[in-house]
């Protein structure tokens, strides 16, 4: 079965050899989405099917009598572990069943065309409807051959069609495919998905890290690492609003990146930097690629190293990899980030990397954001009244400055004296601000504005990075953007 799964392919002999093996791997494959009360209902619903064909069949022969008590037997053995890993997964679920249609028709509209139409054939098994449900896991793996995943699902609910009469027990063989690690990777990406689709983030609420987005990023992306998921965010006059989400994969030895090599995936304020041409690729990365600006200055300040940590697609031969699965890159399937290369803007796409992502209402952001936009006024101010000393308070020792011209840093209390001179005496208008906040032991603001000064039609744009120290921020890295 693992064979079969990592090729991509079903081979339907193999399938009717070891059919009631498959069965019994119902649980390890993703059927899960029934809900307590849907599984009830689905119970309740056979056991009066069995009763009734009890009472019809009552003065029947005892050898068809047998042969439905046998039948029966399978079945249970076959569908134990289901029902277990049914009862899990709806641990938390809707209480009722509206609102559990309604969460999940929320769900399936944000959620990828072919993980939608996955937990749409969840659905119908967990309604007690398997044959739809197969027809349904048919299409998707013909439409999607590579999707694993699905094609697991698929293996089941054939395996499900098979009469207990022509199947065949293989204890062993089932403890072997369940200790798999293919297997495992995969009964773990469908828990995550269906955990994801699931939780949905309350309405009106964004991820805590977005304060404030200017207009002109018109899409953020938010990472949540403990749900393998990817969430888009568009932007509007409206503010923030979620679009769409989806599936990825981490770095396989997790989250927190501090060295090259230790396939880990960062964790932070990032931006898209680059998008890179899938014909300059290897085949290995898909659709292409957007590389992030990891090691940021808050990195570098905490002596992280390495490089080259992109979002990135999978190879044509498989749909989707396994939740920690990469070098430390962020890795979508293939649909799903061609959708996502058509949105991001170069240099004004936010990625926030999160270990789990929390969802306040806008309103709390904005209140947020008002707090720190007095600590950048009152640097603004101290700028343009000329006076250095007052400035030189809102400056760590080690502050630094960049820019995209010249990527060697310069000390920064070299340039104290020009900032004054720059900005004395001249009313300047900051248009554009973008605040993104970052915990993680220390309390960081990233603050990217544009800045045009009076009697002028452009000016810079500045990316800056600041520190709570007690009750203030101090800055400690300044990019100059253009």
Not at 121 to 126: D, K, P, S, W
Not at 337 to 343: D, F, I, M, P
Request: glycine residues 6%; charged residues 25%.
């Amino acid at each position: 079965m693992a064979d079969i799964v990592r090729r991509g392919r079903l081979r339907k002999p193999a399938l009717r050899r070891g059919a009631n093996m498959l069965a019994a791997l119902v649980a390890a494959s993703a059927l899960l989405l029934a809900t307590q009360g849907v599984a009830a209902a689905a119970s309740t619903k056979h056991a009066n099917a069995k009763t009734s064909g009890a009472k019809a069949n009552k003065a029947s022969a005892s050898r068809p009598a047998a042969r439905e008590a046998k039948a029966r037997t399978a079945r249970k053995a076959s569908a134990a572990d289901a029902r277990t890993a049914a009862a899990a997964a709806a641990k938390g679920a809707p209480r009722s069943k509206a609102a559990a249609a309604s969460a999940s028709s929320a769900a399936l509209q944000q959620a990828s065309s072919a993980e939608a139409r996955l937990i749409a054939v969840y659905e119908l098994f967990g309604r007690g409807q398997p044959r739809p449900a197969l027809a349904k896991a048919r299409d998707l793996v013909r439409d999607y051959p590579n999707f694993q995943l699905a094609q697991l699902v698929y293996a089941d609910l054939l395996a499900t069609q098979v009469p207990p009469a022509h199947a065949f027990s293989d204890a062993t063989g089932i403890g072997r495919l369940r200790s798999d690690p293919a297997m495992a990777d995969l009964r773990e990406e469908s828990r995550r998905r269906l955990q994801a689709l699931r939780d949905r983030p309350p309405a009106g609420t964004v991820p805590s890290q977005f304060l404030a987005l200017s207009t002109r990023s018109r899409y953020a992306i938010a990472v949540d690492a403990s749900r393998s998921r990817l969430y888009l965010l568009e932007n509007s006059d409206k503010g923030l609003q979620l679009v769409a989400d989806y599936y990825v994969s981490v770095g396989k030895s997790g989250i927190g990146k501090a060295t090259e090599g230790d396939a880990r995936t960062p964790l932070g304020v990032y931006y898209v930097t680059s998008s890179l041409d899938p014909k300059s690729l290897r085949d290995f990365y898909g659709a292409g690629a957007l590389p992030i600006n990891y090691p940021n200055p808050y990195d570098v300040r905490r002596g992280k190293t390495g490089s080259g940590i992109w979002l990135h697609g999978t190879p044509p031969q498989q749909f989707s990899r396994a939740p920690l699965a990469s070098d430390g890159c962020v890795v979508m399937a293939n649909p799903d980030l061609k959708q996502l290369l058509r949105k991001v803007q170069i240099g004004a796409t936010p990625v926030v990397t999160a270990p789990s992502l929390q969802w306040i209402p806008r309103p709390q952001a904005e209140k947020e954001a008002q707090t720190f936009t007095s600590a950048i006024s009152a640097w603004k101010d101290a700028r343009a009244n000329g006076n250095e000393a007052q400035l030189k308070k809102f400056y760590l020792p080690d502050f630094q400055r960049s820019s995209s011209n010249n990527k060697k840093n310069t000390d920064g209390f070299s340039v104290l004296h020009d900032e004054v001179e720059y900005a004395q005496g001249k009313r300047v208008q900051f248009k554009d601000m973008s605040f993104l906040h970052w915990r993680d032991g220390d309390d960081t603001m990233v603050a990217t504005f544009g800045e045009v000064f009076e009697g002028e039609k452009s000016g810079r744009t500045r990316r800056q990075y600041w520190l709570r120290q007690g009750s203030e921020w101090k800055l400690f890295h300044e990019e100059i953007l253009g």
